[in-house]
Antibody, heavy 121, light 107 residues
């Protein structure tokens, strides 16, 4: 069974940092592009970025470019989201998602349950 | 950036009804649009991919249509289990973007 499970969320002060993890199981992790998505309260989901199968290529939405970094460790079947300079508007549930297919073009076929990140003093 | 205008934000319908949710793209995205269903406490699941292809295992009561800029998700013969949050995603161009979502309530 394909599973992706996020962890690492919590309360952080403005300007702080946080690293989220996503543990994948039930599929050959190294063969899939992966992604992070977030959803703030009362808003639709927001795509944050994608990472290629081997980690060599990443894409980001402008709102997090330079502050967030997506990485992966295929040996550990894990995806990461390192977040710096967090702001109140980064408060959201953060989801890890698998991208369908091997080209990274087809949208998501599996999502996690998410981990809550709250940025507040 | 492609904006997706999804409507309505909320709907309340009766079992047996047919309901439609619209997603309008601000530019041509071919058929690069997926629909997702999310229930409280559960992971989101894809129900329609490439605008009109039913995801294997999803009830045929769900149907997707559209191409270019106008897309529709239709749920036929609504059941109580269809109560959920539905949203569209365009994966035609970066940044990928989502609709604001539709909460479907069953009366």
């Amino acid at each position: 069974e394909v599973q992706v499970v996020e962890s690492g969320g919590g309360l952080v002060q403005p300007g702080g940092s946080l690293r989220l993890s996503c543990s994948a199981s039930g599929f050959m992790f190294r063969k899939y592009w992966m992604s992070w998505v977030r959803q703030a309260p009362g808003k639709g989901p927001e795509w944050l970025g994608n990472i290629k199968r081997d980690g060599s290529t990443t894409f980001y939405v402008d709102s997090v470019k330079g502050r967030f970094t997506i990485s992966r460790d295929n040996a550990k079947n894990s995806l990461y989201l390192q977040m710096y300079d967090l702001r109140s508007e980064d408060t959201a549930v953060y989801y890890c998602a698998r991208i369908r297919g091997d080209t990274g073009d087809y949208g998501f076929d599996y999502w996690g349950l998410g981990t809550q990140v709250t940025v507040a003093s | 950036e492609t904006t997706l205008a999804q409507s309505p934000a909320f709907m309340s319908a009766t079992p047996g009804d047919t309901v439609t949710i619209s997603c309008k793209a601000s530019q041509d995205i071919d058929d690069d649009l997926n629909w997702y269903q999310q229930k409280p406490g559960e992971a989101a699941i894809p129900i329609i991919q490439e605008a009109s292809t039913l995801v294997p295992g999803i009830s045929p009561r769900f149907s997707g249509s559209g191409y270019g800029t106008d897309f529709t998700l239709t749920i036929y013969d609504l059941e109580s289990d269809d109560a959920a949050y539905y949203f569209c995603l365009q994966h035609d161009n970066l940044p990928w973007t989502f609709g604001q979502g539709t909460k479907v309530e069953i009366k």
